[in-house]
């Protein structure tokens, strides 16, 4: 990722899209009581005074900076204890919470304006969601958007890993709605707090144990638990159990955050992340039984969705890569790497087959 | 060959003003300091348990054994503790021992069966989920060898297998403290502490679960201590008893021969009214 | 010789009689002989339960010693773990009341103590199944409760118990007091059957037939003192 660069912006910058304070310290300009003051003697006035000064008078990327060096200083944290959940002042934001506040304070905390951003939300581009989150974005941090994977600094996501590889140069943003694990087992934060501490996870493999023995084998849906460097017990958050593989050993750096819970935890590059399953009741991704019926790949997560004609199609829930997909069929999950064989998970060549149930088709595996 | 010993152990509730030992006790009649108000709960109180014996402790509320349980048990309890709680296989005394350790020893070596059994079952759990918690947390990975042995230890302790993958919740009582022992038992420890195991249960209920737990106590070699102002418990269970009156072991001896032959005053006094 | 009791003194201290003692065994005396069947007798409160209970250490010996020899031991003094290996593998003892667990059969009563000295369960169930058989206790009973039988019937379930793993030194407590003629008959034939030479028993009798029908010698009893030790032949006569 570029570097940030901090900017205020007061009511005397007239326009969100020319300059940026750039003397590089943090918040000074709106003064020590904070916010915008506004000349006026009424709230009709007040209102009438700001009325066509655009985004004048929001920071740059929409936070102020002391909130956004926290979400830094969190994010830091994060990384130097990879799946623990660090605690940060989670900020209101112009959404509910539960909507993606904790991803937008973090993207909107790392973003600068040579930053290019694209949002995913459950693998589309298109959501009324994402949408709205990539243009706050545009608007207050000035930064280029995307929907091409490829082409992004910062990816922020809702449920889904792209099935594209994520690159060293890459942040991966994941919002979270429930950020403990343990709360499958147990309510009490309280005595969760207690068993991350000392490693004590006996309760989360017993709700594994009752899994297989009510299905014969592991049936997450999502949020399926994973170890973290060895240590802590991590919700990867809802994506697919397809996309949790792509975690582990991966070149690019992965953070979740939850604005409800006001948490950040993160998953730094090559870490290793292990999905917790039995030795003989392995982990097992998702299985399709036809390929994509816009593109015809086999090695992706699908989805079914219903057309404006009423039709139902099983299509590859990562839209993006799946209209690349329609013009290069053959096209590789690395296709944009300098290198290749890369391991991101199922249908790639070196993903670790005794831990995975292939797609039914085999993909494009060689 | 000892597995078990605890030496001195002594457990206060309060700010003690130093003399709280030498007024209270038996022959004081009382276990509260008359000079600084501190319980003392148990104090001085030595004892040692070989591999597979059973050892019972007696006395009525407040007569000190639940503390003593767990200090042997090495349960954090409130309080100042004193005393040396040693085990076969590890160094030092474990009251001074760091979390690792006694945590190491708690899901290995050394089961507790709560008295209520809220606290040592998580009853919206299966019961055989309940008892594959503890090898699942010892860091075994294989399902089928955890289910083999859940299914072995309901077999064992009499509990209908095809209830075992029902909520403990839809237990009867008597059958939740069966899934309690099997848990105890489950990581084959070398001593169990049972903190009054039939609390909760029908008198006819009771005996069942007692003799279960014998046989299979007797069939696995391991040590016991059983906790009870029951008399009828450590008859049934005990080989050795202690009797406890004001923090203060009072007699002990072989379990018949406590019942039989009771020499303190105390003794005599509890066996007469509840024989 | 297999036991030596030396001048054997048990006093209780009855703390509700405001420390009043009861004297229970006075200064006895006795050898008992290897493989011999001593029969101990005397009226109530003579003395005799006392004689059995610290023999078998349910009773803490107040002066006086118990030497078993083959373990080489004073019983009156040694620890209690020395007491429970001994009574683990060698030394039984059985009182005229069944100590019965509630539901567990009448088999399963007579064979818990071999399976818990290590016997398979199928093998301590067979020699129940026999020496209840040989006692007369009706087969459909075998597997019922004891808790519902007659007196008669528990206490053969409990000189089956006493008898099933043949200790070295056995100690039996009036465990036919509760039988009719003709199933005591059964049991001094069950008794000379089943134990071989290498049983001693110490046991205590009510019943002039069984005393003649059983014993070498008679030690009798009075008032906690020995009153006579005699062989079972000059024992007619003696009233007891």
């Known amino acids: 990722m570029k570097p940030t660069r901090t900017g205020v912006r007061t009511v005397s910058e007239p326009d969100c899209g020319e300059s940026h304070a750039s003397d590089g310290t943090t918040g000074e300009a709106t003064g020590e009581s904070g916010g915008t003051p506004v000349e006026a003697e009424d709230v009709d006035g007040a209102l009438a005074a700001l009325d066509g000064a655009g985004l004048a008078g929001y920071n740059y990327a929409y936070l102020d900076e002391h909130t956004k060096r926290e979400v830094r200083r969190a994010v830091l944290k994060a990384i130097a204890i990879p799946g623990h959940q660090v605690p940060f002042a989670s900020r209101p934001m112009p959404l509910a919470r539960g909507w993606g506040t904790g991803g937008i304070q973090t993207t909107l905390s790392l973003l600068g304006p040579e930053d290019t951003l694209k949002v995913i939300d459950q693998g589309s581009d298109e959501s009324v969601n994402a949408a709205n989150i990539r243009r706050l974005a545009e608007r207050t941090a000035d930064v280029e958007t995307t929907t091409d994977t490829t082409a992004a600094d910062v990816i922020q996501t809702r449920h889904r890993i792209p099935e594209e590889v994520l690159d060293r140069d890459q942040v991966l943003v994941l919002q979270v709605p429930v950020t403990d694990p343990l709360r499958k087992v147990d309510p009490s934060d309280a005595a969760n707090r207690r068993r991350h501490a000392h490693a004590n996870y006996g309760k989360m493999w017993v709700h594994l144990y009752e899994n297989v023995v009510e299905y014969g084998e592991i049936q997450v849906a999502s949020r399926y638990p994973v170890t973290v460097a060895g240590r802590y017990l991590m919700d990867p958050s809802p994506i697919p159990r397809w996309d949790v593989p792509k975690l582990n050993d991966a070149d690019n750096l992965f953070l979740f955050a939850a604005g409800r819970e006001a948490r950040i935890y993160a998953v730094p590059p090559h870490t290793d992340v292990e999905p917790l399953a039995f030795d003989d009741r392995p982990f097992q991704v998702e299985r399709f039984d036809a390929p994509c019926e816009a593109c015809g790949a086999t090695d992706t997560y699908r989805t079914a969705v219903e057309t404006d004609e009423g039709d139902r199609l099983v299509v590859c829930n990562d839209t993006s890569f799946c209209l690349k997909r329609r013009e290069d069929a053959g096209l590789a999950k690395d296709h944009h790497l300098d290198r290749d064989g890369v391991d991101w998970g199922p249908g790639t060549p070196d993903a670790d087959d005794t831990d995975q149930e292939p797609a039914t088709n085999g993909g494009d595996r060689t | 060959m000892t597995v078990l010993s605890g030496t001195g152990l002594t457990r206060l509730y309060g700010d003690p003003c130093g003399d709280c030992e030498s007024l209270t006790g038996d022959d004081a009649g009382r276990n509260r300091c008359p000079a600084c108000g501190t319980i003392v709960a148990c104090a001085d109180v030595s004892l040692d348990i070989e591999r597979g014996e059973v050892l019972g402790v007696v006395g009525e509320s407040g007569s000190g054994k639940s503390s003593l349980a767990e200090l042997l048990a090495l349960e954090r309890g409130e309080g100042h503790s004193r005393g040396s709680v040693r085990f076969d296989g590890y160094e030092g005394n474990l009251l001074e021992s760091d979390y690792d350790t006694r945590t190491r020893l708690r899901n290995d070596d050394l089961a507790l069966v709560h008295q209520h059994i809220r606290d040592g079952l998580t009853l919206s759990f299966s019961g055989g989920g309940n008892v594959a918690e503890k090898p699942l947390a010892a860091g075994e990975r294989s399902f089928e060898a955890v289910r083999e042995r859940v299914r072995s230890l309901f077999e064992q302790l009499e509990v209908p297998v095809d209830r075992m993958d029902d909520p403990a919740e839809t237990y009867s009582g008597g059958m939740q403290r069966r899934v309690q022992l099997a848990r105890a038992l489950v990581t084959d420890p070398a001593v169990v502490v049972l903190d009054e195991p039939t609390t909760g249960l029908d008198v006819s209920v009771q005996a069942r679960v007692l003799d279960t737990f014998r046989r299979v106590q007797r069939e696995r070699g391991v040590a016991a201590v059983v906790v009870s102002h029951d008399l009828g418990v450590v008859r049934l269970l005990a080989d050795r008893t202690l009797v406890m009156r004001h923090g203060r072991v009072v007699e002990r001896g072989l379990t018949d021969r406590i019942l039989e032959d009771p020499h303190h005053a105390y003794t005599q006094q509890l066996i007469n009214s509840t024989l | 010789m297999i036991l030596t009791v030396d001048t054997l003194t048990k006093r209780f201290e009855m703390h509700v009689l405001d420390g009043a003692t009861v004297v229970g065994l006075d200064g006895v005396s006795v050898n008992v002989r290897d493989g011999e069947f001593l029969a101990v007798v005397g009226p109530s409160g003579s003395g005799k339960s006392s004689l059995l209970k610290c023999l078998y250490q349910t009773y803490e010996v107040s002066s006086g010693s118990i030497r078993y020899h083959p373990a080489d031991v004073d019983l009156a003094t040694c620890d209690d773990r020395t007491i429970m290996r001994l009574r683990g593998s060698e030394i039984g003892y ?85 039988l009719d003629p003709e199933t005591r008959r059964l049991a001094v034939d069950l008794i000379r059957a089943d134990l071989g ?17 059983l014993a070498d010698r008679v030690l009798v009893l009075g008032d906690g003192r020995r009153r006579d030790l005699l062989p079972v032949a000059e024992f007619e006569g003696v009233v007891a």
Do not use: W
């Open chain 3, 94 to 178: 059985t009182s005229q009341f069944l100590d019965e667990i509630p539901r567990v059969s009448a088999v399963d009563v007579v064979a818990r103590p071999l399976v818990e000295s290590g016997m398979p369960a199928e093998s301590a169930r067979e020699r129940a199944r026999d020496l209840l058989s040989e006692l007369g206790l009706p087969g459909p009973l075998f597997e019922a409760y004891p808790a519902t039988f007659s007196g008669g019937e528990r206490q053969r379930v409990n000189l089956a118990q006493a008898l099933a793993p043949r200790p070295r030194l056995l100690l039996l407590d009036e465990p036919t007091s509760a």
């Open chain 3, 197 to 213: 030479p290498e049983t001693t028993v110490v046991g205590v009798f009510h019943n002039h037939e069984m005393v003649e029908a």
